[in-house]
């Protein structure tokens, strides 16, 4: 791995296909906002040669698929494919977002991949929330390595960046995070800064010189080779650790020199099984030049040490009915299971979905079984549906390239799947499958929107679908009690493109207004009120009275009604109507314009009309009758309290309670998880947390992750209902 020097470039000028799975890599790049993922990304497929230097295309168009939107903000908000071919093998570069607010495309590119690239900056460091999603990574058993970039920079210190690596992510064995090449610096400059030029081998103990601008190779001077020993010394005893062969350790630490073809498979077989994590430098070419430092040796590592997708499991799958469906990993012949990873529209083409195929063999015209389930909650219904497949096309920046058909294991864009959405299941129409999806984060967020205009409100309903069938981490929420339209987003960065593209790309202008907290009203004490609607103008009058007890029940009582009337005074007939004036008027509300709930209501006696009474004038009478007890005692407001788990590091727990306390939240209890993380259970009125996705993160510097539930409706502080009546105007 990083011996051999590569003459022929990638696949420029026409689109790439793998015919077998052996021939195919998929690998997710990793890594903080700013870490120089999608600069890697480019550097590789400028050296892979599918690009020129101008980092485009051959036939124009950039190389990553990023939107209009992500270059307005200068930040990665969507999953971009970038093939590269590299020794005859097709890899599949999946660029993620590092902003937190996108981590729903990273998931989606984790689901995608085999194993993946965590790229961290030479001059930022390890992030808590790059740590987060390592430790994900390590849970399934992916496959891993770490690339350092920003070496330019003049704090930058590989050596210093290899060992703060083997912290953030070897804590169970660190010397299964060690470097196999070691940067070499060329003449300091007049600022002292001393550029990274090239890289030494530390298993062949070749220098691989980039300065040219394409990679040259040499024996290193004597006087370079001492420095190396330390290093290589370790990284060999590190591979042989891993070593399936169980004697070997034993016979190098005999003094027996291993054999370097020896080392390099017995590496390529740990990487591959996610138990070895090696660490390259990678920078991207110089102007005029086409290798970018370290490029050549990534592509290596990743055509001959990362898995192919047979060593990758394969999500479990059922038939419709959930009988479980027991498939060969990755066989083209098999079945045929795809996923969609990611959906986006065209203003050409139309909806394209980008699909993982997993089993079979996908073909252009295709007529498959598109299954969709699981995501009710979030506003993507349940569904079940045969669509023919339209064109199959390898994205290329802005380029989609036709392809005849995409074999298990590889990745491919279908045109004119027009109920595909997110995490849906492709299957054969004859023999229809559903895929386990995979998680998601719960967009916890809310943000309020109305139709800026009439026309805005003809389209806000197919735009808002749409939206929604692009990005299931966004829940689409049409409230019943506040008559809200409320998308659930994941941050202020989620929540801004999702109004953009309503804007841009489906055009509908929404405006935001405030989020409105579901509130209820109850009677603090037993009351009584009469209600007397009678009138007469010509004709048969209105007549109808009736005198009813209202008293307070325990929270999630609802309402009850109790019918006591005696001889009559009542006719049987008209009860039912006093019964469904006083629940009108209940889910009206009866002092703030919240509905009414935990109380008893007795109908006790009343007065009719033999001509004048009817249906109407007795349901009139029993909303006045509610009313009229309502201003006999107060009416407490009851605000909804959420049931909140947050699950932090330990360093973040004081903070976190504490904040908790002053949300007026009631701490549960506390419970450590392992691996330094302790869980917090409390209690905190919505009120409170309508921000608290925005605040945890600041708080706990993206490390702190955090789940609500409703749990009941509970009395508002006198303080706290009195300040908010005063905001809304209302009076008591």
């Known amino acids: 791995m990083g011996d051999k020097t590569h003459t022929h470039p990638g696949a420029a000028g026409r689109a790439m296909t793998a015919d077998h799975p052996a021939s195919v890599r998929n690998v997710v790049l990793v890594g903080p906002s700013g870490s120089g993922k999608t600069t890697l990304v480019e550097a590789l497929a400028l050296t892979a040669g599918a690009v020129n230097r101008a980092g485009r295309v051959e036939d124009g168009g950039t190389v990553s698929d990023h939107d209009d939107i992500e270059h307005r903000q200068h930040r990665s908000v969507q999953l971009s494919l970038v093939p590269v071919e590299w020794d005859g093998i097709k890899i599949n570069l999946l660029d993620t977002p590092g902003y937190a607010d996108f981590v729903g495309e990273l998931r989606a590119g984790l689901r995608a991949a085999d194993a993946a690239l965590f790229v961290v900056s030479a001059s930022d460091g390890v992030d808590g929330a790059t740590r987060m999603v390592w430790e994900e990574c390590q849970a399934v058993g992916m496959p891993r390595a770490l690339v350092v970039t920003h070496l330019e920079s003049a704090r930058a210190d590989f050596e210093e960046m290899t060992r703060a690596c083997a912290e953030a ?5 660190p010397d299964a995070v060690l470097p196999l090449y070691l940067p070499l610096r060329g003449p300091a400059g007049p600022d002292g800064h001393a550029p990274v030029t090239g890289l030494v081998g530390l298993l062949s103990q070749k220098l691989f010189d980039y300065s040219p601008g394409e990679r040259k190779e040499s024996e290193p001077g004597e006087d370079q080779l001492p420095g190396l020993e330390e290093a290589r010394d370790r990284l060999i005893e590190g591979i042989i650790a891993e070593s399936e062969d169980e004697t070997l350790m034993d016979r190098y630490l005999g003094g027996e020199q291993v054999d370097v073809k020896t080392l390099i498979e017995d590496l390529e077989r740990a990487v591959a099984r996610g138990t070895f994590h090696p660490v390259l430098a990678a920078a991207p070419a110089a102007e005029g030049t086409r290798q970018g430092l370290g490029t050549v040796e990534l592509l290596e590592l990743i055509t001959r040490g990362f898995p192919t997708p047979f060593e990758h499991p394969m999500p479990d799958v059922t038939e419709l009915d959930g009988t479980p469906r027991p498939l060969t990993p990755c066989d083209p012949e098999g079945p045929l299971v795809a996923e969609v990873v990611k959906t986006s529209s065209d203003p050409y083409v139309g909806r394209i979905s980008l699909v993982r195929v997993f089993s079979g063999t996908l073909r252009p015209d295709d007529t498959v079984h598109v299954s969709g389930h699981g995501l009710a909650d979030r506003g993507h219904e349940d569904h079940d549906v045969d669509e023919k497949t339209g064109a199959l096309s390898m994205a290329f920046g802005k380029q989609q390239r036709p392809v005849e058909q995409a074999v298990a294991g590889d990745l491919v864009c279908v045109a004119k799947l027009g109920r595909a959405e997110t995490g849906d299941t492709l299957s ?3 023999d229809p499958l559903l895929m386990e999806p995979w998680r998601m984060p719960d967009p916890l967020l809310p943000l309020a929107i109305q139709a800026h205009s009439k026309p805005d409100e003809d389209k806000l309903s197919l735009g808002l679908s749409r939206l929604v ?6 829940r689409l929420e049409q409230n019943q009690d506040t008559h809200q339209v409320v998308l659930w987003c994941l941050g202020e960065a989620h929540a801004d493109v999702a109004l953009e593209r309503l804007r841009s790309r489906y055009g509908v202008q929404v405006d935001v207004v405030p989020h409105k907290v579901p509130l209820r009203e109850t009677f603090a004490g037993k009351a009584a009120g ?11 009058g209105q007549y109808a009275i009736c005198e009813i007890e209202v008293e307070p029940l325990p929270g999630g009582s609802g309402i009850e009604f109790v019918d006591k009337v005696v001889g009559g005074a009542v006719p049987r007939q008209f009860i039912p109507s006093v019964e469904k004036g006083v629940r009108a008027q209940a889910a009206k509300g009866i002092a703030a314009g919240h509905p009414l709930v935990d109380v008893r209501v007795t109908l006790l006696d009343g007065k009719s009309h033999s001509v004048d009474s009817s249906d109407a004038a007795f349901q009139t009478a029993g909303a ?3 009313r009229e007890a309502a201003a006999e005692t107060r009416i407490h407001l009851l605000e909804p309290v959420a049931e909140v788990s947050v699950l932090i590091p330990d360093d973040y727990v004081g903070a976190v309670m504490s ?9 549960l209890g506390t419970e450590q998880t392992g691996a330094g993380r302790t869980l917090i259970r409390a209690e905190v009125p919505e009120f409170e947390i309508g921000r608290y996705a925005i605040d945890l993160r600041s708080l706990s510097h993206g490390t ?4 609500r539930a ?16 005063e905001q809304d105007g209302d009076t008591p």
């Open 169 to 173: 992510f070897g804590a169970d064995d």
């Open 428 to 430: 054969a129409k004859d």
């Open 469 to 474: 069938a692009e990005d299931p981490t966004m």
């Open 530 to 540: 009469r209600g007397r609607h009678v009138k007469q103008s010509g004709g048969h």
């Open 624 to 626: 006045l009758a509610l």
């Open 659 to 667: 904040d908790l306390s002053s949300r007026r939240g009631r701490v």
């Open 704 to 707: 702190a992750t955090f789940s």
């Open 710 to 725: 409703y749990a009941r409706h509970e009395p508002m502080p006198p303080q706290v209902a009195e300040k908010l009546r």
